[in-house]
């Protein structure tokens, strides 16, 4: 299989001898004038040798790379890495009567640099991030299909919010194989409601299971806010552990009732859970203090490119410092930083300049991250995103 030519700089390629996935356009010296967008690409040195294909974009990250060899990027590629993908999972345990949901595909994690897959009692939802992922859309869900085990019944592709905009692909959310039959998954035994059609990412944060469990732990006999609701994953984790009161807060009032639908699902007509459509930072402006003693803070991403690092930790600084104030004493506090682009440390930082501000004693507990369904491929440590800590305030 022949495709189109990238050749690189003298020097440049150090980065793939080194299985870094992520080819940038200031690395290459020469390319194919027909080259266009999602195109597979072969990759060349300066003195001819042959890196590796991957797909090209227009951009800073010019070629996701696939293969770091002649391997051709055909159905057959994507069945062996979704089956090895499949098989980390089972390995971890993950395919259960008690849990039906995980990410099969966490893009470079798993090899498949712009492509997330994720599986929701027989559906998978596939999000692309490339235009490459984009066009090979219909043979990755082929290759789904052929998994071993009968997994799946339905996928659904969902990038109309993912891809470049600069692409022009014009991508339609869809059905590609099936239809709809159920909405309704299970994680650790608790059910949900996953709204793929219309909700965030692809329609729940799977990667927040490992650290609702523990949430689970801590809850028994406290009074829970859970602030960023969406769909109440939190929430209902920390009734099945015993909270006395748990109010979930999120802006949008859709998430509101994918909330209280999912309280519904596995605490049908329990009293303990009441949740809010409010602002976050005007919630905690006006709750009383020591009206809780767990409460987490799970936003969405404050900085989603490094331009905006800066005003992130800011607002991680600002957010922290209220649920600090307010907090009780004795009470435990799980936050977040879901933002890439900001480091475990500066997250560290801000935390740590919000609890000096309040002149509270604060000990970290846990030191959280994303879980094992969503890799992080050794060469490649950009894949790290999801920071937490668990914190002790007196």
Same mark, same amino acid.
């Given at each position: 299989m022949t495709y189109k030519k990238i050749t690189l700089h003298r020097g440049k390629e150090s980065s793939l001898e080194r299985f870094h996935p992520w080819v940038f356009s200031g690395a290459i010296a020469q390319f194919d004038n027909s080259i266009e967008e999602g195109d597979l690409v072969s990759v060349y040195t300066h003195d001819a040798k042959l890196m590796g294909n991957g797909h090209f974009q227009i951009g800073s990250i010019a070629v996701r790379m #696939?293969?770091?060899?002649?391997? +051709?990027?055909?159905?057959?590629?994507f069945v062996q890495r979704l089956t090895n993908a499949l098989n980390v999972r089972k390995a971890l345990g993950l395919l259960r009567d008690d849990n039906n949901s995980f990410r099969l595909v966490h893009g470079e994690g798993d090899f498949l640099p712009g492509l997330v897959i994720d599986i929701y009692d027989g559906t998978a939802v596939i999000q692309a991030h490339s235009p490459g992922m984009h066009f090979a859309r219909h043979t990755i869900a082929e290759a789904l299909m052929q998994m071993p085990g009968n997994l799946l019944r339905n996928v659904y592709y969902k990038s109309e919010?993912? #891809? +470049?905009y600069k692409a022009q692909l014009d991508p339609e959310n869809q059905y590609l194989i099936g239809q709809y039959d159920t909405d309704? $998954?299970?994680?650790? %035994? #608790?059910?949900f409601h996953v709204d793929w059609l219309k909700g965030q990412k692809t329609g729940f944060f799977v990667d927040q299971r490992e650290n609702r469990r523990l949430l689970e732990q801590f809850s028994h006999g406290r009074r829970v806010l859970n602030m960023f609701c969406y769909t109440g994953g939190f929430s209902f984790y920390a009734m099945r552990? %015993?909270?006395? *009161?748990?109010?979930s807060v999120d802006s949008s009032a859709k998430a509101i009732k994918l909330t209280r639908d999912n309280v519904e699902l596995n605490f049908p007509g329990d009293s303990r859970h009441d949740a809010f459509a409010e602002d976050a930072f005007k919630? #905690?402006?006006?709750?009383?203090?020591? $009206?809780?003693?767990?409460?987490? *803070?799970?936003p969405p991403a404050f900085a989603k490119h490094k331009s905006a690092v800066k005003n992130a930790l800011i607002g991680y600084r600002k957010l922290n410092a209220k649920a600090f104030e307010k907090i009780q004493s004795g009470g435990? *506090?799980?936050?977040?930083?879901?933002?890439? $682009?900001?480091?475990k440390e500066q997250f560290r930082l801000a935390v740590f300049s919000a609890a000096a501000q309040s002149r509270r004693r604060v000990r970290i507990l846990h030191q959280l991250t994303q879980p094992a369904d969503? +890799?992080?491929?050794?060469?490649?440590?950009?894949?790290?995103y999801l920071k937490g800590l668990v914190l002790y305030v007196e």
């Open positions: #696939l293969t770091f060899d002649d391997t +051709p990027i055909d159905t057959a590629f919010t993912t #891809l +470049p309704v $998954a299970v994680e650790n %035994g #608790l059910k552990g %015993g909270a006395t *009161l748990v109010h919630f #905690l402006d006006n709750m009383e203090r020591d $009206a809780y003693d767990l409460i987490i *803070l799970d435990i *506090l799980f936050t977040f930083s879901c933002s890439q $682009a900001v480091s969503h +890799p992080i491929n050794i060469y490649h440590p950009e894949g790290e």
